[in-house]
Structures are given as structure tokens and as C-alpha cells.
T-cell receptor, first 113, second 114 residues
Framework: DTAVSQTPKYLVTQMGNDKSIKCEQNLGHDTMYWYKQDSKKFLKIMFSYNNKELIINETVPNRFSPKSPDKAHLNLHINSLELGDSAVYFCASSHSGLAREQFFGPGTRLTVL | AQSVTQLDSQVPVFEEAPVELRCNYS??????LFWYVQYPNQGLQLLLK??????LVESINGFEAEFNKSQTSFHLRKPSVHISDTAEYFCAVSSSGATNKLIFGTGTLLAVQP
């Protein structure tokens, strides 16, 4: 199926651990994004890559590091996890250009204990 | 800076009744406006968008939204809702700047009751 996929779907971990979330899209898009949705459903962009180049970097702690090995993949690595990192993380992709539709993955629910 | 306000966090409505979900935005530059829908435990899907031209835009499943520049609004309407329309609806704005960055509102839960 053509889609944006994320792994894992659920991630439960202890404070202080390091974890990664993987994202892949097979839609032929050249721009990918990471969003964070908090417990109140507020959705905020974290990062965006275009052709493996970082183009959006919001005020996100340095513990969060995105990596884009190629146009189809954008992974998110989080160091020294904190309680406040608990959220649903969505990956999305689109063609480059203005006002392009973004296609979202199913989300990864991260719970930090 | 841009922002989006969705004043209603939850809108309960009976099946087959009309509904309006409100969205207001603020921006000092030209904007593009979007409505995304999130069904339970899923990612977001684009419902409709306004780029330019006709201020009334429609989706394939009966929703419509009207861009009102003077009131800086982009309210979403449907004349008759179904149980299957129950979902979280997010209004979003992006600017005519260099990136495709979306600024989302806080969402409105449309709860359709039988």
C-alpha cells in the first residue's frame, strides 16, 4: 500500500533512556515532517526535511535529533527521555512547494515513565 | 506570527443535523487555509483547502468551508452529519513563505449522536 508508515506504534520507556522512531513514505514525496501531539491534542511541527536537508527546526530541545538517510525516510532520535516527552508523534510527507497536502502516518504513542 | 483559533473544543450534534465548526486565523501575510480530520487512533487526513479563487471550497464527503478575509475566518460546515463524521477536526494555516509549515488550531471534537 502507498502510505506513510511509522514504527513502532507504541513505545513505553523509562526516563533517561534513548529511543528512536522510524518513518518511511513510498509516495514519492521529497519533503518530510515530524509533529508532536500532546495530551490535549494540540499539534505542533518539530522538524521538516526537503531532499534530506533540514528546512524547519522549531524550538525543540537538542535531545531531539532528526535524521534523513534518503528522501523516503525521516527518523527521530530522542536522548535522555523526560516525562514531558510523552505524546503522540506523527510523521508526514508532501511534495515540495507551497500549500501542498501533507500525508500523515498513523502516529507513535510515546509514554515515558 | 500566525495563529489559528478554534473556540469550540467539542461540538455535540444529533445525526442528520447541520453543523458549523469555527476557525479564525491571524496573519500579517497572505495565507493558505486547511481543514484536516483525525479519526480515532489515526493520523490526520486533508479534508479541504483554500488557496485562492472561489472563497467557497468543498470536500467529497459533503463538507464545505468559506474563506472570509474581512472576518479572518474559515468555518467548516455540513448540512447533515452522519455518525461516521465523529472525529477531531483541525483548522490549519500556512503562509506564502518558503516552507510548507502548517500552524494548527487546537482542534474541535465533532461528536455525532444517534
Amino acid at each position: 500500500d502507498t502510505a506513510v508508515s511509522q514504527t513502532p506504534k507504541y513505545l513505553v520507556t523509562q526516563m533517561g533512556n534513548d529511543k528512536s522512531i522510524k518513518c518511511e513514505q513510498n509516495l514519492g514525496h521529497d519533503t518530510m515532517y515530524w509533529y508532536k501531539q500532546d495530551s490535549k491534542k494540540f499539534l505542533k511541527i518539530m522538524f521538516s526535511y526537503n531532499n534530506k536537508e533540514l528546512i524547519i527546526n522549531e524550538t525543540v530541545p537538542n535531545r531531539f535529533s532528526p535524521k534523513s538517510p534518503d528522501k523516503a525516510h525521516l527518523n527521530l532520535h530522542i536522548n535522555s527521555l523526560e516525562l514531558g516527552d510523552s505524546a503522540v508523534y506523527f510523521c508526514a510527507s508532501s511534495h515540495s512547494g507551497l500549500a501542498r497536502e501533507q500525508f500523515f502516518g498513523p502516529g507513535t504513542r510515546l509514554t515515558v515513565l | 506570527a500566525q495563529s489559528v483559533t478554534q473556540l469550540d473544543s467539542q461540538v455535540p450534534v444529533f445525526e442528520e443535523a447541520p453543523v458549523e465548526l469555527r476557525c479564525n486565523y491571524s496573519s500579517s501575510v497572505s495565507v493558505y487555509l486547511f481543514w484536516y480530520v483525525q479519526y480515532p487512533n489515526q493520523g490526520l487526513q486533508l479534508l479541504l483547502k483554500y488557496l485562492s479563487g472561489s472563497t467557497l471550497v468543498e470536500s467529497i464527503n459533503g463538507f464545505e468551508a468559506e474563506f472570509n478575509k474581512s472576518q479572518t475566518s474559515f468555518h467548516l460546515r455540513k448540512p447533515s452529519v452522519h455518525i461516521s463524521d465523529t472525529a477531531e477536526y483541525f483548522c490549519a494555516v500556512s503562509s506564502s513563505g518558503a516552507t510548507n509549515k502548517l500552524i494548527f488550531g487546537t482542534g474541535t471534537l465533532l461528536a455525532v449522536q444517534p
